[in-house]
């Protein structure tokens, strides 16, 4: 491709909305440009970034057995009200008419459109097991989207389904595109630790998250620095505590502590260390259950152990005003001391005594409090969110924790969708039996950004060759030069021969702007071809990760650089 041909629109303007490194440095390369709020247009080269990063993908699902097909972007209502997911999906489902008024949705993921495929062609265990995927857009009406292809609302993903007779060809199948998530991640250059998740509502039994360590992720993770345990913190379990609380020392006493609400201004206004004090957290469930939550002051409540612990959907923090018709106080002085809820505590909580409680009384607080003596509790449970530093629940180590983004998730789903949309198989024994899936997906879009986001310096990115939108960038120094334009033509040609994708930057521009363009789009390898050099026979070439130049005679460029590219390749390559 030559520069003067191609729409590559660089800027040095980062645009007021884009927040992380990847969206600013995807929209200066005009790689990316937003149509409406989390829809964009993918220019020509933010296109081959995301071609290679599918060819990886389907090179990959099809070398673990996978077959590729193609499901409609916009699905029927009927089939959703087989699953019972039109009623359950909010807003994020867009739900459309057609001229006879028939129900559609933009497909957010496609259970059910797989499920019936799979329902009329797939009769024997014969046929199984089976893994169908595609590479196709989804949308999600999200309530948030931002950091451009991170988040969007339309965006592509791989989804993948496999259906089995039994769980254990489920467990194989699961554990065939755990390995081959491995590979398609590390081929594209990518850190990353897959880490156990929650399974959410949809239930199942394993659920891994692919993580790419970046600053910027949303998600919150921990793993242990001295075995592989790894897990999103909505899920990572904390030992149980074994210690036993000490014996009260003092006796219950109220304080006056005057407009001091949160956890932070009691412990200051008392002179007492956070995790001095126990707070009281009021929820109510989605059935309108309001349950007290005690937790020490400086942990934090996890509301997804609590939902499972409480065999509920959904739950949240009850209003103030909720809280002060239980409590009888404004929030802030909420305590268990009389209180007249179900009771649940943090097992950290067990090993407190003579701690601070809200007195359910406004402007005070109780110190003093034991837990027996004052009050009883239900029961103590694993409730709070794992820290940095607490212990491994699988060895002796101690937790870290990181932020990641989430680029892949493989889920056994069971038999959930199989069995409201009736795909079932006579097994072996001739026994109607519903097949057991697993679904896997990849978000390409949020794939690439991943890796600009962690493989980028501050004048721009730096493509991994596997996924780099060109593998080699020639500058040409002075295009008014025969001598210089006739040397980058002919390693243009033989390169290009050679099959290695070369962008040539035959612009007309001073060189310190077109440097400045290479160091911003990132291509690997860079080739400078000058007047200077070719006085000696030579070009410059010059490695973006690396940075030092070097001079390669000409007779040998075409040679060298194929073997750089080639290798290059197969570094993330785990084959
Ligand atoms: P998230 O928690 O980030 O909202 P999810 O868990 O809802 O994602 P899945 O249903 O597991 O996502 O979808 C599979 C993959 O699709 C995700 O791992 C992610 O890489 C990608 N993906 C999901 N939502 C988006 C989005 N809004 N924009 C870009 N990629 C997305
Ligand atoms: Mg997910």
Redesign the pocket.
């Known amino acids: 491709m030559r520069y003067t041909q191609y729409l590559l629109p660089t800027s040095k303007e980062t645009p007021a909305d884009a927040e992380i490194t990847s969206h600013k440095l995807m929209m200066r390369t005009g790689m990316i440009r937003k149509v409406a709020a989390?829809i964009y247009s993918y220019m020509p080269f933010g296109l081959k970034a995301i071609r290679k990063v599918e060819q990886i993908v389907r090179e990959e699902m099809n070398r673990a057995g996978a077959i590729e097909l193609h499901m409609p972007m916009v699905t029927p209502a009927e089939l959703w009200n087989e699953s019972g997911r039109w009623a359950q999906y909010g807003k994020e489902l867009l739900r459309l008419r057609d001229r006879k008024e028939n129900e559609f949705c933009l497909g957010p993921?496609h259970e059910e459109v797989v499920t019936d495929i799979v329902r009329r062609e797939i009769k024997s265990y014969r046929q199984l097991p089976i893994n169908l995927y595609q590479i196709q857009t989804k949308f999600?009406d999200?309530i948030r989207?931002r950091f451009g292809?991170?988040?969007?609302?339309e965006?592509i993903?791989k989804?993948a389904y496999s259906f089995d007779v039994d769980d254990a060809g489920a467990d194989a199948a699961y554990e065939k595109m755990y390995q081959a998530y491995r590979r398609i991640f590390s081929r594209c250059g990518l850190k990353f630790r897959a880490v156990e998740a929650d399974t959410g509502n949809i239930g199942g039994s394993s659920s891994h998250?692919f993580m790419v360590l970046a600053e910027s992720g949303?998600d919150a993770i921990v793993s242990c620095g001295s075995c592989e345990y790894a897990a999103n913190v909505e899920k990572a379990e904390l030992k149980l505590s074994v210690g036993k609380a000490p014996a009260p020392v003092a006796a219950t006493q109220e304080v006056a502590t005057p407009g001091q609400k949160s956890i932070d201004e009691v412990a200051a206004f008392l002179q007492i260390e956070p995790s001095q004090l126990v707070k009281t957290l009021i929820v109510t469930t989605d059935t309108d259950e309001q349950v007290a939550v005690l937790l020490r002051g400086d942990h934090e409540l996890n509301e997804i152990k609590l939902c499972r612990y409480l065999g509920c959907n959904h739950l949240e923090l009850s209003s103030d005003e909720a809280v002060e018709k239980v409590t009888g106080a404004p929030s802030g002085y909420a305590g268990p001391v009389g209180l007249k809820l179900r009771l649940l505590a943090d097992q950290a909580v067990q090993e407190m005594a003579d701690f601070v409680v809200g007195a359910n009384k406004a402007g005070t607080h109780l110190t003093g409090v034991n837990i027996e003596r004052d009050f009883k509790v239900e029961a103590f449970a694993d409730l709070r969110q794992a820290e940095n530093g607490d212990p491994c629940p699988r060895c002796s180590g101690k937790l870290e924790s990181w932020r990641g983004i989430?680029?892949?998730?493989v889920f056994k789903l069971g038999t959930k969708y199989s069995e409201a949309l009736g795909a079932t198989v006579q097994d072996e024994a001739e026994q109607e039996r519903a097949l057991v899936m697993g679904c896997y997906?990849?978000?390409i879009?949020?794939?690439v950004a991943a890796s600009i986001e962690q493989n980028n310096d501050e004048n721009g990115i730096i493509w991994p060759m596997p996924i780099a939108p060109f593998q080699l960038l020639i500058t040409m120094l002075n295009p008014k030069d025969e001598a210089v334009r006739d040397a980058s033509e002919k390693l243009y040609s033989e390169l290009m021969d050679a099959g290695i994708d070369v962008l040539l930057d035959d612009r007309d521009e001073r060189p310190g702007s077109k440097f400045k363009d290479a160091d911003l789009i990132g291509i690997p390898i860079r080739v400078t071809v000058g007047a200077r050099g070719l006085q000696e026979d030579a070009f410059e070439v010059q490695e973006r990760a690396v940075g030092e130049r070097e001079m390669i005679p000409v007779a040998q460029a075409v040679q060298t650089l194929t073997e750089r590219v080639a290798s290059a390749l197969e570094a993330g390559d785990l084959s």
């Open positions: 989390g993921t999600r999200e989207p292809l991170m988040r969007g609302r965006f993903m989804d998250e949303e989430e680029v892949g998730h997906g990849i978000g879009g949020r794939t």
